[in-house]
């Protein structure tokens, strides 16, 4: 299984609502890493959260990480139409270098 | 403007033949990865190279090859080995170093005729 895994698979929301997803991971890490990926497009780098830190806020995006539960949340606050997209973890893990392990993602559907 | 740049968008591929994915960028990253998305799935991980002239296999390099001539590009080769090479490639390319985020092309979607 991958390294990380994001839960949920899929989430819908009015405009408006806060999203909420989840990543898990297995091992030791540098960083984890959240990236946004548009319907047929490359991905796009959202935040990334060092080991050492425990929240971090970029515009309507806040990120937590638990290192002693390994896990983080995304939470995307007042959704808008154009948040509509799949969101991915990232971990770099110990020891790999600076390679990233993806989890599967999270599909979400903002509804206007 | 700075960015990586893939091409071609969309690519087929007919039995036995082999086929060669661009990626070019201009961010001045020594390291540059390649990734392979499966419809509905996560990324998973090809090749990658840290600096010219040296590359390592990801979990997925069976049926791939790929070269490092120069800093600024890393094609990818979907050889005739590969038997299921249906699906969307992604390029990305960073520092050289821990903690840095990865920036993206726009992929290239290969189809099997």
């Known amino acids: 299984s991958q390294q990380g895994e994001e839960d949920p698979q899929a989430l819908s929301i009015q405009e408006g609502e806060n999203a909420t997803m989840n990543c898990s991971y297995k091992t030791s890490i540098n960083n984890l890493q959240w990236y946004r990926q548009n319907s047929g497009r490359g991905l796009v780098h959202l935040i990334l959260?060092?080991?050492?830190?425990r929240e971090k806020h970029s515009g309507r995006l806040r990120v937590t990480l638990d290192t002693s539960k390994k896990s983080s949340s995304l939470l995307i606050t007042a959704s808008r139409a154009a948040d509509t997209a799949s969101y991915f973890c990232a971990t770099e893990i110990k020891a790999a270098g600076n390679k990233l392990t993806f989890g599967g993602g999270t599909r979400v559907l903002v509804k206007p | 403007d700075g960015g990586i740049t893939q091409s071609p968008k969309y690519l087929f591929r007919k039995e036995g033949q082999n086929v060669t994915l661009s990626c070019e960028q201009n961010?001045?990253?020594?390291?540059m990865y390649w990734y392979r998305q499966d419809p509905g799935q996560g990324l998973r991980l090809i090749y990658y190279s840290q600096i010219v002239n040296d590359f390592q296999k990801g979990d997925i390099a069976e049926g791939y090859s790929v070269s490092r001539e120069k800093k600024e590009s890393f094609p990818l080769t979907v050889t005739s080995a590969q038997k299921n090479p249906t699906a969307f490639y992604l390029c990305?390319?960073?520092?050289?170093?821990?903690?840095?985020?990865?920036?993206f092309g726009d992929g290239t979607r290969l189809s099997i005729l």
């Open positions: 990305a390319s960073s520092a050289a170093a821990i903690n840095q985020p990865q920036h």
């Open positions: 959260i060092r080991s050492n830190e």
């Open positions: 961010l001045n990253h020594d390291a």
